[in-house]
């Protein structure tokens, strides 16, 4: 092969490569996950119906609507206990209205804001505030009761999005610059 | 074919047409199910979210708040118990401390759900005292808005506004009046 041949046949094997390149990174920068912007509209729906569940224990106190934001094998860690609700059944027991107690269908405690998204392979992830606040007699007055954050796994079902896993960390202080690690 | 069976055959066909189109308009709900646009959702949560700014600014004397309700609309609360129409709503957003810079009405949770009116919400609420000159802040008072909404030519509207202080049982019921 003549040196002209061989450098034609050199450049050509490089475009290739490079095309070739270029086709895979596209591929798989299509590939990343994505959400569209229902997806994020029923995540925070999602997210705001927690707190109504959680406060009122609907339906009838029972914690059923609580348990259902979950998929069945949806867990809830809590507290600075750690407390783990794994299924329907220990979710609802979370949410149930003990005998005596005052909760009711027009109770608010659960103030959830600053709502974060993130697409994930899995579905999503997402982290917000919490401030829970009790109220006197009528709604009047009414006192800060804890505060903290949650990390949230969120995976979409045949029912629409629903909490495969959500952990409850309570506010507290530590060293400057440092964030808790992304949901796994 | 005799008289007889043409007279049957075009009485079929009549009856036939108008349980088909019967069928149609009963299957009209059913087939397709009320739903909200992404955009409609985020429309609505910034209907809720101008509410705030309207209500504690006190701007214009009222009726930047009064314009976020359709002009019939019904707010039910507990200091107020019934506002209806614009110049009884403008009233509830002059009555009180306002002033462009005042903050106190924090709300969340903003759950929506189409309905065949338009839609309806409900959101908590957190009254927030907060201190100025140095005084201490602290929490005034606490509950629940229920609303309905409606699309209108100007976008998403207040219908009614209903706002249920935490475990308060209200008086009467919210809901429109008999005309006098």
């Given at each position: 092969m003549s040196k002209g041949k061989a450098l034609i046949a050199a450049t050509l094997t490089v475009s290739v490569a490079a095309a070739t390149m270029v086709m895979v990174h596209a591929q798989q920068k299509s590939k990343a996950p994505t959400l569209t912007?229902?997806?994020?509209?029923?995540?925070?729906?999602?997210?705001?119906?927690?707190?109504?569940?959680?406060d009122t224990g609907a339906q009838n106190g029972t914690g059923s609507v609580y348990a259902g934001l979950f998929t069945p094998d949806g867990v809830f860690?809590?507290?600075?206990?750690?407390?783990?609700?794994?299924?329907?059944?220990q979710l609802a027991a979370l949410a149930r209205v003990a005998p005596g107690g005052t909760r009711g269908p027009l109770t608010v405690g659960h103030f959830i804001v600053n709502h974060v998204i993130e697409p994930s392979p899995e579905g999503a992830i997402g982290k917000q505030y919490l401030a829970y606040l009790i109220f006197g007699d009528e709604g009047q007055g009414g006192s800060i009761n804890l505060g903290g954050h949650y990390e949230d796994i969120y995976a979409k079902t045949a029912d629409g999005w629903r909490f495969k896993r959500r952990e409850f960390i309570p506010s507290k202080s530590g060293p400057q610059g440092t964030q808790t690690p992304p949901p796994r | 074919m005799s008289k007889v069976n043409v007279l049957?055959?075009?009485?079929?066909?009549?009856?036939?047409?108008?349980?088909?189109?019967?069928?149609?308009?009963?299957g009209r709900g059913s087939a397709k199910?009320?739903?909200?646009?992404?955009?409609?959702?985020?429309?609505?949560?910034?209907?809720?979210?101008?509410?705030?700014?309207?209500?504690?600014?006190?701007?214009?004397?009222?009726?930047?708040?009064?314009?976020?309700?359709?002009?019939?609309?019904?707010?039910?609360?507990?200091?107020?118990?019934y506002s209806q129409g614009r110049d009884q709503l403008a009233a509830l957003a002059r009555g009180r401390r306002s002033g462009p810079a005042?903050?106190?009405?924090?709300?969340?949770?903003?759950?929506?759900?189409?309905?065949?009116?338009?839609?309806?919400?409900?959101?908590?609420?957190v009254v927030l005292d907060i201190g100025e000159d140095g005084k201490p802040s602290s929490i005034n008072q606490g509950g629940h808005y229920d609303d309905v909404y409606v699309k209108t030519p100007n976008g998403w509207r207040f219908k009614l506004r209903n706002y249920m202080p935490s475990n308060w049982v209200p008086p009467q019921p919210c809901a429109p009046r008999p005309q006098r």
């Amino acid at each position: 092969m003549s040196k002209g041949k061989a450098l034609i046949a050199a450049t050509l094997t490089v475009s290739v490569a490079a095309a070739t390149m270029v086709m895979v990174h596209a591929q798989q920068k299509s590939k990343a996950p994505t959400l569209t912007p229902l997806d994020y509209v029923e995540i925070q729906q999602l997210v705001a119906r927690y707190a109504y569940a959680l406060d009122t224990g609907a339906q009838n106190g029972t914690g059923s609507v609580y348990a259902g934001l979950f998929t069945p094998d949806g867990v809830f860690v809590g507290g600075s206990s750690g407390r783990v609700a794994k299924g329907r059944e220990q979710l609802a027991a979370l949410a149930r209205v003990a005998p005596g107690g005052t909760r009711g269908p027009l109770t608010v405690g659960h103030f959830i804001v600053n709502h974060v998204i993130e697409p994930s392979p899995e579905g999503a992830i997402g982290k917000q505030y919490l401030a829970y606040l009790i109220f006197g007699d009528e709604g009047q007055g009414g006192s800060i009761n804890l505060g903290g954050h949650y990390e949230d796994i969120y995976a979409k079902t045949a029912d629409g999005w629903r909490f495969k896993r959500r952990e409850f960390i309570p506010s507290k202080s530590g060293p400057q610059g440092t964030q808790t690690p992304p949901p796994r | 074919m005799s008289k007889v069976n043409v007279l049957a055959a075009v009485l079929a066909l009549g009856v036939a047409t108008a349980v088909g189109i019967q069928a149609q308009r009963n299957g009209r709900g059913s087939a397709k199910p009320v739903t909200l646009t992404a955009e409609d959702y985020i429309e609505i949560q910034q209907l809720v979210a101008r509410y705030p700014y309207a209500l504690n600014s006190g701007a214009n004397n009222g009726y930047v708040m009064a314009d976020l309700f359709t002009p019939d609309a019904i707010f039910c609360g507990r200091a107020v118990l019934y506002s209806q129409g614009r110049d009884q709503l403008a009233a509830l957003a002059r009555g009180r401390r306002s002033g462009p810079a005042y903050t106190v009405h924090f709300s969340t949770n903003h759950v929506i759900d189409p309905s065949p009116e338009g839609a309806t919400g409900k959101l908590y609420l957190v009254v927030l005292d907060i201190g100025e000159d140095g005084k201490p802040s602290s929490i005034n008072q606490g509950g629940h808005y229920d609303d309905v909404y409606v699309k209108t030519p100007n976008g998403w509207r207040f219908k009614l506004r209903n706002y249920m202080p935490s475990n308060w049982v209200p008086p009467q019921p919210c809901a429109p009046r008999p005309q006098r």
